[in-house]
T-cell receptor
Framework: NAGVTQTPKFQVLKTGQSMTLQCAQDMNHNSMYWYRQDPGMGLRLIYYSASEGTTDKGEVPNGYNVSRLNKREFSLRLESAAPSQTSVYFC????????????FGEGSWLTVV | GNSVTQMEGPVTLSEEAFLTINCTYTATGYPSLFWYVQYPGEGLQLLLKATKADDKGSNKGFEATYRKETTSFHLEKGSVQVSDSAVYFCALVGSGNTPLVFGKGTRLSVIA
């Protein structure tokens, strides 16, 4: 049981390059999320998908796009990376009901130089 | 909107000391409350949760009670170990299918 799997785990990008972070869950969860974690800031929500076919902006969506490809997969794209996007990115999923536990992937460390 | 405020760290304790990490929240309706733990280089793991007022969540010696009257969910452990060194996040999810909102995290270091 893999849970939430995200790739890549580490990536270094040059300013202006694009890349996609992939996330997949095998728990048949309805809701999926992308967070970024920065020192002293906790986790901030970038985008989320409450159910297959829907996506919504979170607290810090600028510079990102997402795709809910199917129920399992939720990708995060940086079209033109900036140093301010250097962060640790976490994908997460939840069955969809309030109170249900949210499960996290192991994180993707992204550095933009 | 919903928000979580938790005590800022870092917190440094000696082994076997008593731990309290304060967490208060602002939310409409009846949120569910969580504590997550993050060990170095890892993702977040659920530590405990409570879904209604006066519920007590507990796991691995940690406890937290959902206090609606004080809008709090303080994390406690009677005797910490070196292995408890980690970052602890308080979080809530509001009614309906809304995303989890996190506090900024509290780093705990336990020294032998």
């Amino acid at each position: 049981n893999a849970g939430v799997t995200q790739t890549p785990k580490f990536q270094v990008l040059k300013t202006g390059q694009s890349m996609t972070l992939q996330c997949a869950q095998d728990m048949n969860h309805n809701s999926m999320y992308w967070y970024r974690q920065d020192p002293g800031m906790g986790l901030r929500l970038i985008y989320y998908s409450a159910s297959e076919g829907t996506t919504d902006k979170g607290e810090v969506p600028n510079g990102y796009n997402v795709s809910r490809l199917n129920k399992r997969e939720f990708s995060l794209r940086l079209e033109s990376a900036a140093p301010s996007q250097t962060s640790v990115y976490f994908c997460a999923s939840r069955p969809g009901q309030a109170g249900n536990t949210i499960y996290f992937g192991e994180g993707s460390w992204l550095t933009v130089v | 909107g919903n928000s979580v405020t938790q005590m800022e760290g870092p917190v440094t304790l000696s082994e076997e000391a008593f731990l309290t990490i304060n967490c208060t929240y602002t939310a409409t309706g009846y949120p569910s409350l969580f504590w997550y733990v993050q060990y170095p280089g890892e993702g977040l793991q659920l530590l405990l949760k409570a879904t209604k007022a006066d519920d007590k969540g507990s796991n691995k010696g940690f406890e937290a009670t959902y206090r609606k009257e004080t809008t709090s969910f303080h994390l406690e452990k009677g005797s910490v170990q070196v292995s408890d060194s980690a970052v602890y996040f308080c979080a809530l999810v509001g009614s309906g299918n809304t995303p989890l909102v996190f506090g900024k995290g509290t780093r705990l270091s336990v020294i032998a």
